[in-house]
């Protein structure tokens, strides 16, 4: 499903150059549930941003379904984001003047699907993350775990091939990460692709595989015997 | 424009915003009230200054004398000058030519007026038949004063329309009644009326009449002319300054004044005041267009500004919206979308408002030297579209910038 090979990244900072990926080469297979974990300044959210195209490689190819990506203009990349990946970020992002369908429907208005279509399916996969009756609170009447629940189900709706998950137990208590993890791993199961980026080692034991950044470069990448975070729940 | 969703999209923005959308639109609305309402008054003001010129004869030239104030051939100053009849008849055997109309006029004075038994207090005025035009007095009843009546030294009147209902209430009407001054009877002929009450006040009388019943001589008090209408404004003020100032030459000449004593003989030019007038309108037309557009200015500015403040309010927003698939463009288009449709509907609120508001108190508003305040509705329509594509204009940019800001930094915003 990804296929990354030979990735720079470096920062200018003034007049000095950060150089913060040496040459990364990975892959991930689909259905897989990998963690990539790594102290702060290892080069982890880099690595995650470039594979969001959030951010441009230096040098390095990058493979997503088998469709090279590189010359990315904004548009292109906005299209590429919206067909292939779902985004979920330890601060949630939801808009917040819109209700929790809405917000759950937004990436398919950008796919121009109607509105109707568009909240029916919204409705779907908020049942699906046990949210439906709450699909018409706004996030501010939501706590943290309904919000990332909310931002899970907005990055499913479009049905992406990876769901990339920046820290997203970071905001959250442990009772709350281990719900929100299990959530993780049912759709996981479900066949999806899911990278998470986490610098907690029980959230990165609960995902099938765990990649360690360091310094920019891949320390060690091992399949891992999978904890359920239903046993905590 | 016509994406049904696009629509949707920026309706439930905007009604989940309510308090930045009013707040956008209030200062729309009042940049435009405040336009409307300020050239509303500049048109005010400059009707009402051509409406207090318009009372006398626009080409009109008035002559009447002072006193001199320099030694001239031998002769003092402070001599006062009286104009003579020769005067009138020589004026008009050297420029009869350029006039249209001419009266000489002839203040009656030390008389008593009565009708019946009251005593009437107004001025008693000599002139010729021509002086209607002059005054741009408007015949009510009856006519005015005609060429017969100046040759055969009739003893006939014509009265102000406002005598007639401060006197002649009792009567059907004063014409056929007569006025007795100072034991001479006087037939009422004709009234007049006139845009001033003031200038209603007044009692016109053939110049002979004047001159021999009351013992006036050969003396007049002023002269006056009009000149002919012509196309061109600025011919016309050419040409009656041109009279005037040989006029003056010619009476300066007659009663040996000095050609530079001004005060001694004065010859006024009602053309020369009016485009002195025209220039002042214009002026003030132009002070209320400086302040318009400073209005308009700082309402673009004050667009600016919530657009900025607005923009910069939704950069987390545009961030998630980027990162959920959505295109640049996508973004600056329905920034600019929400705000044209904003200002659009605020600016023609305040245009509507503020005209309505014109046009119904406007008629009423009695000042002096202010007169029914409109404003065209082009020059209106025109200022609401400026400041939508100004508030576009100043949207536009802020809304690009934050479109390209790159996601994650959008994204950091908080």
């Known amino acids: 499903m990804i296929e990354i090979k030979d990735l720079h990244k470096s920062y200018k900072m003034g007049s000095n150059v950060l150089h913060v990926l040496k040459g990364i080469n990975f892959s991930v297979k689909e259905g897989e549930l990998v963690a990539i974990m790594g102290s702060s300044g290892s080069g982890k959210s880099t690595l995650l941003n470039i594979l969001g195209m959030l951010d441009v490689a230096d040098s390095g190819e990058y493979t997503l379904d088998g469709v090279p990506i590189k010359n990315l203009n904004e548009t292109k990349a906005a299209n590429y984001r919206n067909k292939f990946l779902g985004f979920i970020f330890q601060s949630f992002n939801l808009i917040n003047y819109k209700s929790a369908l809405e917000n759950v429907a937004l990436p398919l208005y950008y796919q121009r699907v109607p509105r109707k279509e568009r909240q029916a399916k919204a409705m779907n996969y908020l049942e699906q993350v046990g949210l439906k009756e709450w699909s018409h609170h706004l996030p501010s009447e939501l706590s943290g775990g309904q919000k990332q629940r909310v931002a899970i189900a907005r990055a499913m709706v479009a049905e992406p091939k990876v769901l990339l998950a920046d820290e997203l137990t970071g905001a959250l208590d442990s009772t709350t990460s281990y719900e929100v993890m299990d959530l993780i791993q049912k759709i996981n199961d479900q066949g999806n692709t899911i990278l998470v980026v986490t610098h907690e080692d029980d959230i990165a034991h609960m995902c099938k595989r765990i990649v360690y950044l360091k310094d920019g470069v891949i320390m060690k990448d091992e399949k891992v015997k999978q904890i359920k975070a239903s046993a905590y729940v | 424009m016509f994406d049904l969703e696009r629509w949707q999209e920026i309706f439930d923005t905007i009604r989940k915003n309510k308090l930045r959308t009013f707040l956008t639109g209030l200062s729309v609305a009042s940049g435009i009230f405040i336009l409307v309402i300020l050239l509303g008054f500049g048109q005010g003001m400059q009707n009402g200054i051509a409406n207090e010129f318009e009372q006398d004869a626009a080409t009109s030239v008035w002559v009447w004398p002072g006193v001199t104030s320099k030694e001239f051939k031998g002769l003092n100053p402070g001599r006062s000058i009286q104009l003579k009849n020769e005067n009138y008849e020589s004026s008009l055997a050297l420029f009869g030519d350029e006039v249209e109309y001419k009266s000489p006029r002839v203040f009656v004075r030390n008389v008593q007026v009565n009708y019946g038994k009251e005593a009437l207090v107004y001025g008693i005025q000599g002139v010729s038949y021509d002086f209607q035009f002059i005054e741009n007095a408007k015949m009510s009843e009856g006519r005015f004063l005609n060429y017969q009546d100046v040759v055969s030294t009739a003893k006939v009147a014509i009265i102000g329309n406002k005598i007639k209902h401060d006197v002649f209430n009792d009567v059907e009407t004063p014409l056929g009644e007569f006025i007795n001054i100072s034991g001479v009877l006087f037939k009422i002929v004709g009234i007049f009326s006139e845009r001033e009450d003031r200038e209603e006040e007044r009692i016109y009388i053939p110049v002979t009449a004047a ?55 004065h010859v006024w030019s009602a053309l020369e005041e009016a485009k002195r007038y025209y220039s002042l309108t214009g002026n003030i037309k132009f002070f209320f267009w400086f302040v318009g557009i400073c209005t308009i200015i700082a309402g673009v500015v004050g667009v600016s500004n919530i657009m900025l403040i607005v923009v910069k309010e939704r950069t987390r927003e545009i961030g ?27 600016g023609f609120a305040g245009l509507i408002f503020s005209m309505g508001l014109l046009e119904i108190v406007g008629p009423y508003i009695e000042v002096d030297y202010i007169l029914n305040p409109s404003v065209n509705f082009n020059v209106a329509i025109s200022t609401v579209l400026v400041l939508i594509f100004a508030g576009a204009v100043a949207g536009f940019f802020p809304a690009w910038r934050a479109a390209s800001i790159h996601t994650i930094e959008a994204l950091k915003d908080e």
């Open chain 2, 211 to 265: 001159q021999q019943v009351f013992n006036g001589g050969d003396r007049i008090n002023n002269m006056s002319y009009t000149m002919p209408v012509t196309e061109n404004f600025d011919e016309a003020v050419v040409q009656a300054v041109a009279f005037k100032e040989n006029l003056q030459a010619h009476l300066q000449k007659a009663h040996t004044v000095a050609p530079d004593d001004t005060g001694a003989i």
């Open chain 2, 320 to 346: 998630i919206r980027k990162a959920l698939g959505a295109k640049p463009w996508s973004i600056v288009g329905m920034i600019l979308h929400e705000s044209i449709f904003v200002t659009a509907i605020s």
